[in-house]
């Protein structure tokens, strides 16, 4: 699912945005997110600690173009951030790769890659 640059946010992914974020979060810093302040998550952002707070208590949803830096940050997909819809993660980061899901020029890329590893 590409990434929803026109997507209206609704009620419940409004709600549910903080636990994402919180789940996000956790992937960059270690142990659970829950324990840092709230101007580290700011921090890691590049976000005052007000906007941070209105994000984890569901007050504010981020613009499209923050969702995309927080997924990058944070190697979730932007997608799911946003929306709470389809993996937290590429396949890839997963540790799994369907070649089928790549482009033509991403598969011989891939082919190449693998050629010079096998010699």
Do not use: C
């Not at 609704?10 to 945005?17: I, K, L």
């Not at 903080?18 to 992937?27: E, M, N, V």
């Amino acid at each position: 699912m590409p990434f929803m640059k026109n997507h209206i946010d609704t009620a419940e992914e409004r709600a549910s945005f903080p636990g994402r974020l919180d789940k996000a979060i956790s992937q960059v810093l270690p142990a659970r997110a829950k324990k840092y302040s709230l101007q580290k998550k700011a921090d890691l952002f590049g976000f005052s600690k007000t906007f941070m707070a209105d994000l984890m208590a569901g007050r504010k949803m981020p613009s499209a173009a923050n969702i995309m830096s927080m997924a990058i940050i944070t190697g979730v997909k932007a997608d799911w951030l946003w929306t709470g819809r389809g993996p937290m993660v590429e396949i890839l980061a997963q540790g799994y790769l369907y070649i089928g899901d790549l482009q033509p020029n991403e598969q011989e890329l891939l082919k190449l890659l693998l050629k010079s590893y096998q010699k």
